[in-house]
């Protein structure tokens, strides 16, 4: 069975601080990990996701499979980073390619 | 416009009504997904589809039923709702596999 784990329901960060938004994972194959946000009346979005190896609006996460990890992480949090944020994985083999969310962070930044 | 279409967005019903959420995409998309999600919770998948003519249960046991007759359409549908089913109905969608899900705007219901 497929899992995924965010820690942390609420997270506060004053504006300029790093923010990291943690998630960890169980699956048995090889997964694809995404970062979904999903902003004050908006539709959830895709931020990321690790096969992409990109930055979006200043994110990253790096998929690290020994920690089954995919942490997200920005240098300087902003005031329009405040939303709730979705960890999310899907497996590859058809029959298993539904996407699980994990119960999501909302990231509050503090002016 | 290619988008996923949620209707109606917000609806408020008798206990023991019949009701479909409908769900529309016009981006070519083979693979559809039904979500549910309470306010501040966790999305929890209820009802997945491949193709046309395919549809699976998810994660969540869910009362609701799904079809799938035409590619485009992936309605929902509640034969009997209750006050239990209260909550929001998230559709979405996504073309082969390891893209992108595109998500609607969300259905929330509310059976009084």
């Known amino acids: 069975a497929q899992r995924v784990t965010q820690p942390e329901k609420l997270l506060s960060v004053f504006k300029g601080a790093p923010v990291e938004l943690k998630c960890n994972y169980s699956y048995s194959g090889s997964p694809e990990l995404f970062w979904y946000v999903q902003y004050s009346r908006q539709r959830l979005q895709l931020l990321l996701r690790h096969i992409s190896r990109e930055s979006i609006k200043g994110f990253t996460a790096d998929l690290n499979k020994g920690e089954t990890s995919f942490h997200l992480k920005k240098p300087f949090a902003q005031e329009e980073d405040s939303a709730m944020y979705y960890c999310?994985?899907?497996?590859?083999?058809?029959?298993?390619?539904?996407?699980?969310f994990g119960t999501g962070t909302r990231l509050t930044i503090i002016p | 416009e290619a988008d996923i279409y949620q209707t109606p967005r917000y609806l408020v019903i008798g206990t023991g009504k019949k009701i479909t959420l409908e769900c529309s995409q016009t981006m070519g998309h083979d693979k559809m997904y039904w979500y549910q999600q309470d306010p501040g919770m966790e999305l929890h998948l209820i009802h997945y589809?491949?193709?046309?003519?395919?549809?699976e249960k998810g994660d969540l046991s869910s009362e609701s039923t799904v079809s799938r007759i035409r590619t485009e359409h992936f309605p929902l549908t509640l034969e009997s709702a209750r006050p239990s089913h209260t909550s929001q109905y998230l559709c979405?969608?996504?073309?082969?596999?390891?893209?992108?899900?595109?998500f609607g705007e969300g259905s929330w219901l509310t059976v009084v």
């Open positions: 589809s491949y193709g046309v003519n395919s549809t």
């Open positions: 979405a969608s996504r073309k082969g596999s390891g893209n992108t899900i595109y």
């Open positions: 999310a994985l899907s497996g590859h083999n058809f029959g298993n390619e539904k996407l699980t």
